[in-house]
């Protein structure tokens, strides 16, 4: 029996997931290296390449067809380099080059993050059957991805779908990319506790200052931590109602570790987003939590590879 | 010899006009009426048939093959009916239907006013030759559209592309719309005029307080004329670079009335894009004058339809 089969890769700041994943979306093989995110770039590259050695290990991996890689950004999949902000060793880093070197010439398809995460959603999580949607992360940083007319929309670098850094508030305060009022700015897990933190909100006996405990807070009735996570439930309200004003999109999903707070996140930003997307044809927008779980990046870097590189023995058999 | 040829009716708040436009984008015949705006929808549906009267007493009707309309938004294209908000009497109107009524049952497309000025000039205008560019106008309103991968995308209603209504300052000044701090609110002309004078602008001799006396303020030195056009310009540099960051377009087409004030608007929008569009890809932004004057929203109407419904006859011979 025929299988379809790419190998993927998502690298992100912290680590360096590789897979095997089928061309029904399951990962038969998996393994990941810590991301050297300091060291020069070889080294970084080096932690790749133990990464697909682990996987070119398995009897499997003859049968790999493509690759794709999903890869914290800005990428530029017009000249298949990287330059992830996390990792200041990898500038204009030709990774597509290098991994077709050591996997012996395989097809190889980079995207952005944020825009492998959607591919996953859209391919089997809750933007299944929207052909108009937006993909969203909120965790350390606001990272996302679009689908447009049924069809994953990397745009021609593999970048769009960038949320995080669209200004929603073009007097606020500067944000690390050099604009100000981003979303990412004021919807951010860490800038959630900054925010909360400042307005007198006190963190419990364990000195846990993350999200998570400020959600906590939260949900205990702390006004400050309620007021914090009410300011970014309007930044990303905003931020998606532009959005789907800009590209008609019908649902916002919204996955990382923010979102783990939800309907203390949810609740205010339904509300929200009807102060934000008043034009009729953007009323009818939803947001729903994301349902891929942390596979999401492997899962959309496979399904970046199998939809660019279609598979040519299946199409020959049909 | 074969000529490609198509009606197309341009329909805004003040006049509504028809034309025959080729396959080259020439307009063969044309013709206007007042918009009776304030009127009951028949009535304004009189004058769209009135237009259409005229162009069917030309002798090149015979070989139109389509109809395209473009008209003052929202529409909705999924079902053939548009609400514009300065024609009261058209609310969920079944232009389509009527239209395709009228011209016995010839295919009908319709899209919004700012998706078919994107329409023109990316066929013919300062769009031409760029596969993914947003188009502006900037006059009473502010309104848009997208060309995304090399083609136009109206959105799954018709409506995409309206960056006068996403929020750069989510607690600005509320807007018509119901949001805040919307491009529109701060860039239209009017709004240029009107935070003139409430710094302290005073108008010449002739009284006039429209955007275009502003301007010419502005240039002579004004400073509270230059701040108005600096704050505008800072608000479409915003909504500019959001765009640009979602989905990635290379260069952005700014068209009407505010437009004319040259580079008292394009010098402060263009400083200002380098402060709001920051991430990599992003960085090779352009900002240009429209090319396609007042036939814009006739061409770019007749533009959908030539695209919508392929000429078939041609497909034949070829």
């Given at each position: 029996m025929h299988t379809d089969l790419v190998a993927a890769l998502d690298i992100g700041g912290t680590k360096i997931a590789g897979a095997l994943v089928d061309g029904d979306g399951r990962i038969l093989q998996r393994t990941q290296r810590p991301t050297p995110a300091q060291e020069d770039g070889d080294t970084v590259m080096g932690a790749v390449e133990e990464v697909l050695g682990d996987l070119a290990g398995s009897p499997s991996w003859a049968g790999a067809r493509a690759i794709g890689i999903g890869s914290a950004g800005p990428v530029d999949a017009t000249t298949g380099t990287v330059s992830p902000v996390n990792v200041p060793g990898w500038r204009d880093f030709p990774l597509v080059d290098r991994v077709r070197a050591v996997t012996g010439g395989l097809p190889v398809e980079l995207i952005g993050d944020g825009v492998?995460?959607?591919?996953?959603?859209?391919?089997?999580?809750?933007?299944?059957?929207?052909?108009?949607?937006?993909?969203?992360?909120v965790s350390t940083g606001v990272g996302g991805g679009l689908v447009l007319g049924g069809r994953l929309h990397p745009g021609p670098t593999g970048n769009a779908g960038h949320i995080g850094h669209i200004s929603v508030d073009l007097d606020g305060d500067p944000c690390p990319c050099?604009?100000?009022?981003?979303?990412?700015?004021?919807?951010?897990?860490?800038?959630?506790?900054?925010?909360?933190?400042?307005?007198?909100?006190?963190?419990?006996?364990?000195?846990?200052?993350?999200?998570?405990?400020?959600a906590t807070a939260a949900r205990a009735g702390d006004p400050h931590a309620v007021a914090s996570f009410e300011r970014a439930a309007q930044a990303l309200a905003a931020g998606i109602a532009a959005t789907a004003t800009l590209v008609e999109i019908d649902i916002a999903v919204i996955g990382g570790?923010?979102?783990?707070?939800?309907?203390?996140?949810?609740?205010?930003?339904?509300?929200?987003?009807?102060?934000?997307?008043?034009?009729?044809?953007?009323?009818?927008?939803?947001?729903?939590p994301a349902l891929m779980g942390t596979d999401a990046g492997l899962v959309g870097a496979a399904a970046a590879a199998l939809h660019a590189a279609p598979d040519t023995t299946a199409a020959g058999v049909g």
């Open positions: 492998a995460i959607t591919a996953a959603e859209h391919w089997q999580g809750a933007a299944r059957g929207h052909d108009n949607a937006l993909c969203m992360v050099g604009a100000r009022g981003c979303v990412e700015r004021i919807a951010s897990g860490p800038n959630i506790a900054r925010r909360a933190l400042a307005a007198g909100w006190r963190p419990g006996p364990d000195g846990d200052t993350s999200a998570a405990a400020v570790g923010v979102a783990r707070a939800q309907d203390v996140l949810f609740a205010p930003l339904r509300r929200a987003l009807r102060d934000y997307a008043t034009l009729s044809f953007v009323q009818r927008l939803t947001v729903a």
